[in-house]
């Protein structure tokens, strides 16, 4: 069994137990775990880094997101985070840019590409260049391969068109977008499989015009 196999069951019985006492119990098993999922995240980047430069020297742990969450200011007071984050990309998970996000949690599990809720600054460059350039961003979302894997943009978005741009733009489903994130979803069973790691490996290489594209408009 995969280490990220052994997180998902994790998590599945850290949903009805979300609290310090059942974890302290559990933590030196989670520890275990998670240094297979370490080993494992760290193939995924010298691999990746043959076709992406950006990883090269990119450390496994600075990839992964603590499993406790900030509940100082939310009304939400679990303890700990019911999915395990892996951020790869230069600077690993500090990282503002586009960059690579595979989201390990029982039933909705996959790999993302892009960038998650940019600051306003940089949401405005994402929209002027993809404007400028919608052709390229085009051919980009709907090349055969990529588009296989991605079907399309995710996350939130604007009800309207924001203010600077024409209303009746055929890409204006695009500019509205709050994020520009792609994601291929990946169910369980998937992280069972003998070639799960150099499927993800051959994901991220589909994704990465796609986030070369944002990242040069960030840069």
């Not at 310090?20 to 080993?39: D, G, H, I, M």
């Amino acid at each position: 069994m995969s280490g990220m196999s052994k997180m998902l069951a994790f998590l599945d019985e850290l949903r009805v137990n979300n609290d310090r006492v059942w974890f302290a119990e559990r933590k030196e098993y989670y520890n275990a775990v998670r240094a297979e999922c370490v080993a494992e995240i760290e193939q995924i980047l010298q691999r990746a880094e043959v076709f992406d430069p950006e990883l090269r020297g990119v450390a496994a742990t600075d990839c992964i997101y603590r499993i406790y969450r900030d509940i100082r200011f939310s009304a939400d007071k679990r303890p700990l985070k019911e999915h395990f984050g892996i951020v790869m990309g230069r600077g690993g998970r500090r990282n503002p840019n586009a960059l690579y996000y595979l989201h390990i949690q029982p039933g909705c599990s996959g790999l993302y590409a892009g960038v998650h809720m940019p600051e306003p600054a940089n949401l405005k460059k994402l929209r002027i260049d993809i404007d400028a350039c919608i052709e390229e961003f085009n051919e980009i979302m709907s090349a055969p391969e990529f588009s296989a894997v991605f079907p399309g943009l995710v996350g939130e978005s604007l009800k309207s068109i924001p203010k600077g741009f024409a209303k009746d733009l055929p890409h204006a489903d695009v500019l509205k977008m709050k994020e520009f994130l792609v994601m291929a979803p990946l169910d369980d069973d998937f992280f069972a499989t003998d070639g799960w790691l150099e499927t993800v490996v051959d994901y991220m290489k589909l994704a990465k015009p796609f986030k070369d594209f944002l990242n040069y408009s960030l840069e």
